[in-house]
């Protein structure tokens, strides 16, 4: 039952810059705050891979303690580099994102909750993992547990403002906002989709830990690309499994998206499964030759084309279920001449500025690695 | 009503106060904590006091613990209340001020990186950029409150935007600047309370008193420039609104109280600490601590409340109607509401019609899209009591309904729909009600004003209750027969006779002495004008 009157109408106030400005912001601040959900998740599975799974009993506690001592300031970074796409997809989509974050509103406000908890646990782990390894991997599991099920209120609340067709139902059915989006056949594949990404980005991680120890500590730093570089490998192997899931799992109208019917997606698509192709051979190349660079620079740089291949065919997917309500060309446009210059200059001012802090505390420089 | 409402039955908007207050208290921490680390490192420094600098490494660690997880995630949680409790406000605002938005979070991104970089370089780096790191720090966080604080005053002030439509017109709008003022002194007080804390613990008592002397140093002048700028500040809301928390309005008046005294005692108690400073208990400081927050959050309730029934002043109700008619309103207005009803106008109801069996589903949902944003049933501001406090019967709440916007100085929208969705409305408050009222039975004249006047008439002599009354009793209790005939807007409530007339004469035993005269016919003599008033 499609009922378009359902989507609410745009609010009076016109975009105060193009359309494109903001969606060009979304997509780029949103692909980075992937990369640091990646790593941050994926640190997590790792260090607890090594804490739990590792055979070698004089490597488990110093890997888990490295990973862990990096995941808070990766979660700061996943919540930094969140807050931008949370203002920009409001900005385009609000219309969409508000009410179904209504529909989901408790999930939804617990993600602060659980956030909060996750967060502190996290910096329990970095903090006393070395005095109690055994209470810091208990905690840190329960972190992961807690970053896992917000990645999934995500997840149910992306597909649900998708598809206002489904919204009457729900919200009429339960209006105090205790709802998911369970019934949706995309949301399993699609959110293991990004866990197990996840995972692999981890291994990635430790590759590049691995790079940074590789002249002082050759034995660790080399045990560190290997267990690293196999997770990678395994981790994108699975990908092809569960990408195939979340393929089939759409109605085929969307899946030919990327099959022939959008040329711009079809060749996203061919790029991303080709680089995935590539990166395996590649890591799997690095760890014969035992090449930590052609690793840590090699798989990782297309590991982040993949990721950007990957952000933009969700946009793209996104758009072609809001088609029947949403275009771009009814947004009345009025730019802010006055103060859209000025976050340009503000924006570009920051980065700089952001690298400066970098380098000034050795981050680039560094002979010795530095400990974040 | 273009959104669906989450309907929380303990009242959503308590959990923007509890975000929000939470969240205000640590955020402003993060500010004047900031300055407070810098200056405090090179005052240690200076003076080659060790002692001080590891307290204040410390110190840093519980600064970026709170700030940095707390402080951050708890402002990622005001954008998710509002954008679930005020949808349209909150999407309207962001098209009006992304970009300051979007200059905030570049702030916000140099912050929270500076203050990672500041507490891990603690042991790494040498003094000299260890407090580079440290000013800018205190500068982003400063100038993300400057930013957002423009966005905060807007709300309550838009001043002239509301003709213009400018960003910074909008943006540097009347309240701006005191605003400003106040919050940074809010963010130095802070500073110094929370140094208290974790001054507290320490063991070495020379080196607690010096932290408790230093931090009062900011803690004591910053509050004391608070009233100061209070005063500013209120000076530049418009009288009317701020008129709310002189009485009409019972929670911004109480917390206006509340605001000023916890203010003092938070006072008190810092120069209590001052006199024994070696002797500061953890418990103490905590107290101080919760007191603070008491009083900050009492003034940011006050100022949401009093720009009531508006989520932005003159522009937007709370309930998501706009205040005037304009291109892209969606239909969303009063006029447009009275006259193609609720039903009709709104997205997200389900109700489509009124008939005489669905009459009480359908006020519930009238109730949820125009009263909800601020009532619920029967818990926050909940209905059911205040009904049942003022033992109004199904009549009396029926004809109230019509007076909704002259109460407590105007601070609720009117109601706006059909004739047959207000008596939906009447018909589903009157379900809530669970006593028999009987308010034939209270003669008491007190009683009576309080029941069915007060909302609107404030016991004072200036007020119209007692300038308007025929000082004749017989004249004035046959008057109030018929409300509507004094004054259109009056509910028309009906009275019974005894009623009347003890209101009446609890009227007259209110009025001061000059007033009596003033009202005899004899005295209204040309040249001598009433004294009424103040
Ligand atoms: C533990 C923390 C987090 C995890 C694991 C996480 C994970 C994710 C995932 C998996 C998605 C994609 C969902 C999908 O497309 O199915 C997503 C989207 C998103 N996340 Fe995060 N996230 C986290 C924290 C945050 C925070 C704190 C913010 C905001 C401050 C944020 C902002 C966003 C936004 C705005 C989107 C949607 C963007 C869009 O639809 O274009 N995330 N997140």
Request: charged fraction near 15%; hydrophobic fraction near 50%.
């Given at each position: 039952m499609i009922n378009p009157s359902m989507v609410p109408t745009l609010d009076p106030n016109p975009l105060p810059a193009p359309y494109w400005v903001f969606k060009l912001l979304l997509l780029v601040t949103f692909f980075l705050h992937m990369l640091a959900m990646n790593f941050m998740m994926g640190g997590a599975f790792m260090a607890l891979a090594a804490r739990f799974g590792s055979k070698s009993s004089q490597y488990r506690n110093r890997i888990f303690i490295d990973v862990a001592k990096k995941i808070p300031t990766l979660l700061a970074a996943t919540i930094t580099l969140g807050i931008a796409p949370l203002l920009f997809v409001q900005v385009v989509y609000g219309q969409y994102f508000y009410t179904s974050t209504i529909l989901i509103a408790w999930p939804?406000?617990?993600?602060?909750?659980?956030?909060?908890?996750?967060?502190?646990?996290?910096?329990?782990?970095?903090?006393?993992?070395?005095?109690?390894?055994?209470?810091?991997?208990?905690?840190?599991?329960?972190?992961?547990?807690?970053?896992?099920?917000?990645?999934?209120?995500?997840?149910?609340?992306?597909?649900?403002?998708?598809?206002?067709?489904?919204?009457?139902?729900?919200?009429?059915?339960?209006?105090?906002?205790?709802?998911?989006?369970?019934?949706?056949?995309?949301?399993?594949p699609r959110y293991l989709h990004f866990v197990t990404a996840a995972i692999a980005v981890g291994g990635i991680l430790l590759v590049l830990l691995a790079l940074a120890r590789w002249k002082h500590d050759r034995e660790y730093a080399r045990h560190l690309f290997r267990f690293g570089g196999k997770a990678f490998m395994y981790a994108t192997m699975a990908q092809f499994l569960v990408g195939m899931w979340f393929l089939v799992s759409l109605p085929r109208d969307l899946r030919m998206l990327f099959m022939g019917d959008n040329t711009l997606a079809t060749v996203l698509f061919s790029a991303g499964l080709l680089g995935t192709v590539a990166a395996i051979f590649l890591m799997s190349d690095a760890l014969r030759k035992d090449s930590i660079r052609v690793a840590a620079y090699g798989v990782t740089g297309l590991t982040a084309f993949i990721i950007l291949t990957m952000v933009i065919m969700r946009d793209i997917l996104r758009d072609a279920y809001l088609e029947p309500y949403f275009h771009p060309h009814q947004f009345p446009v009025h730019t802010q001449w006055s103060i859209f210059p000025l976050f340009l200059l503000l924006f570009l001012g920051g980065v700089v500025l952001w690298l400066v802090m970098l380098k000034r505390y050795g981050l680039f420089t560094s002979t010795k690695p530095t400990e974040l | 009503m273009n959104y669906p409402i989450w309907d929380v039955a303990f009242g959503a908007g308590l959990l923007i106060a509890l975000v929000a207050g939470l969240h205000v208290f640590v955020s402003h921490f993060a500010v004047g904590g900031g300055l407070f680390l810098v200056l405090t490192e090179r005052k240690a420094r200076r003076t080659n006091d060790t002692a001080l600098l590891n307290w204040l490494k410390s110190h840093t660690k519980f600064f970026v613990l709170l700030t940095v997880v707390f402080g951050a995630v708890s402002g990622v949680g005001i954008w998710f209340t509002i954008g679930l409790i005020s949808p349209t406000a909150t999407s309207d605002l962001i098209h009006i001020f992304v970009w300051g938005w979007?200059?905030?979070?570049?702030?916000?991104?140099?912050?929270?990186?500076?203050?990672?970089?500041?507490?891990?370089?603690?042991?790494?780096?040498?003094?000299?950029?260890?407090?580079?790191?440290?000013?800018?720090?205190?500068?982003?966080?400063?100038?993300?409150?400057?930013?957002?604080?423009?966005?905060?005053?807007?709300?309550?002030?838009?001043?002239?935007?509301?003709?213009?439509?400018?960003?910074?017109?909008?943006?540097?709008?009347?309240?701006?600047?005191?605003?400003?003022?106040?919050?940074?002194?809010?963010?130095?007080?802070?500073?110094?309370?929370?140094?208290?804390?974790?001054?507290?613990?320490?063991?070495?008592?020379?080196?607690?008193?010096?932290?408790?002397?230093?931090?009062?140093?900011?803690?004591?002048?910053?509050?004391?420039?608070?009233?100061?700028?209070?005063?500013?500040?209120?000076?530049?809301?418009?009288?009317?609104?701020?008129?709310?928390?002189?009485?009409?309005?019972?929670?911004?008046?109480?917390?206006?109280?509340?605001?000023?005294?916890?203010?003092?005692?938070?006072?008190?108690?810092?120069?209590?600490?001052?006199?024994?400073?070696?002797?500061?208990?953890?418990?103490?400081?905590?107290?101080?601590?919760?007191?603070?927050?008491?009083?900050?959050?009492?003034?940011?309730?006050?100022?949401?409340?009093?720009?009531?029934?508006?989520?932005?002043?003159?522009?937007?109700?709370?309930?998501?109607?706009?205040?005037?008619?304009?291109?892209?309103d969606g239909g969303f207005t009063i006029?447009?509401?009275?006259?193609?009803?609720?039903?009709?106008?709104?997205?997200?109801?389900?109700?489509?019609?009124?008939?005489?069996?669905?009459?009480?589903?359908?006020?519930?949902?009238?109730?949820?899209?125009?009263?909800?944003?601020?009532?619920?049933?029967?818990?926050?501001?909940?209905?059911?009591?205040?009904?049942?406090?003022?033992?109004?019967?199904?009549?009396?709440?029926?004809?109230?309904?019509?007076?909704?916007?002259?109460?407590?100085?105007?601070?609720?929208?009117?109601?706006?729909?059909?004739?047959?969705?207000?008596?939906?409305?009447?018909?589903?408050?009157?379900?809530?009600?669970?006593?028999?009222?009987?308010?034939?039975?209270?003669?008491?004249?007190?009683?009576?004003?309080?029941?069915?006047?007060?909302?609107?008439?404030?016991?004072?002599?200036?007020?119209?209750?007692?300038?308007?009354?025929?000082?004749?009793?017989?004249?004035?209790?046959?008057?109030?027969?018929?409300?509507?005939?004094?004054?259109?807007?009056?509910?028309?409530?009906?009275?019974?006779?005894?009623?009347?007339?003890?209101?009446?004469?609890?009227?007259?035993?209110?009025?001061?002495?000059?007033?009596?005269?003033?009202?005899?016919?004899?005295?209204?003599?040309?040249?001598?004008?009433?004294?009424?008033?103040?």
């Open positions: 939804w406000f617990f993600v602060l909750i659980l956030l909060i908890a996750a967060y502190y646990g996290f910096y329990f782990a970095a903090y006393k993992g070395k005095r109690r390894p055994g209470a810091a991997g208990f905690v840190l599991l329960a972190s992961l547990a807690l970053v896992l099920f917000i990645g999934f209120i995500y997840s149910n609340n992306v597909t649900l403002m998708q598809v206002p067709s489904h919204w009457a139902a729900k919200y009429f059915a339960n209006p105090s906002g205790w709802n998911l989006n369970l019934s949706e056949p995309t949301l399993i | 979007a200059i905030e979070w570049v702030f916000f991104f140099i912050e929270i990186t500076a203050a990672l970089l500041y507490l891990y370089g603690w042991d790494k780096l040498d003094p000299k950029l260890h407090e580079w790191y440290g000013w800018i720090y205190f500068i982003a966080a400063y100038a993300s409150l400057v930013v957002i604080n423009g966005i905060i005053t807007f709300m309550l002030t838009p001043g002239s935007w509301i003709d213009v439509h400018k960003f910074w017109i909008g943006f540097f709008n009347p309240t701006y600047i005191p605003s400003t003022f106040f919050r940074t002194a809010i963010c130095i007080a802070l500073a110094g309370i929370y140094a208290l804390i974790t001054a507290s613990v320490q063991k070495d008592l020379d080196l607690k008193a010096r932290i408790v002397r230093w931090g009062a140093l900011w803690t004591v002048p910053a509050l004391i420039t608070l009233p100061l700028f209070g005063w500013w500040y209120i000076r530049k809301i418009p009288a009317v609104l701020f008129a709310s928390a002189r009485g009409p309005m019972p929670t911004a008046t109480h917390y206006a109280f509340l605001a000023w005294s916890l203010l003092v005692v938070t006072f008190v108690l810092t120069l209590w600490a001052l006199l024994r400073p070696r002797h500061l208990h953890l418990a103490f400081a905590l107290v101080i601590a919760l007191v603070a927050l008491g009083a900050m959050d009492s003034f940011e309730f006050v100022r949401e409340d009093v720009r009531k029934p508006f989520v932005i002043e003159n522009y937007l109700y709370d309930n998501s109607l706009y205040a005037a008619s304009m291109p892209g006029d447009n509401l009275n006259t193609v009803g609720v039903l009709n106008a709104a997205t997200w109801v389900q109700h489509r019609a009124v008939t005489p069996d669905n009459q009480v589903a359908v006020g519930r949902e009238v109730f949820r899209v125009e009263c909800q944003a601020c009532h619920t049933a029967d818990h926050y501001r909940g209905i059911h009591q205040l009904i049942e406090q003022r033992q109004w019967d199904p009549a009396t709440v029926h004809a109230m309904l019509s007076g909704l916007s002259l109460m407590h100085n105007g601070i609720m929208p009117p109601f706006a729909g059909t004739d047959a969705e207000r008596d939906a409305l009447a018909a589903y408050v009157n379900s809530l009600q669970t006593i028999t009222p009987n308010p034939a039975t209270f003669t008491d004249g007190k009683l009576v004003f309080e029941n069915n006047c007060s909302m609107c008439h404030q016991d004072r002599p200036d007020d119209m209750l007692f300038t308007g009354l025929d000082p004749n009793p017989k004249v004035a209790a046959d008057s109030l027969k018929d409300l509507t005939s004094l004054f259109p807007l009056m509910p028309d409530l009906k009275l019974s006779e005894a009623q009347r007339t003890s209101l009446v004469r609890w009227i007259n035993t209110q009025r001061p002495a000059s007033q009596h005269a003033a009202n005899q016919p004899a005295a209204n003599r040309p040249g001598t004008a009433p004294e009424g008033g103040n």
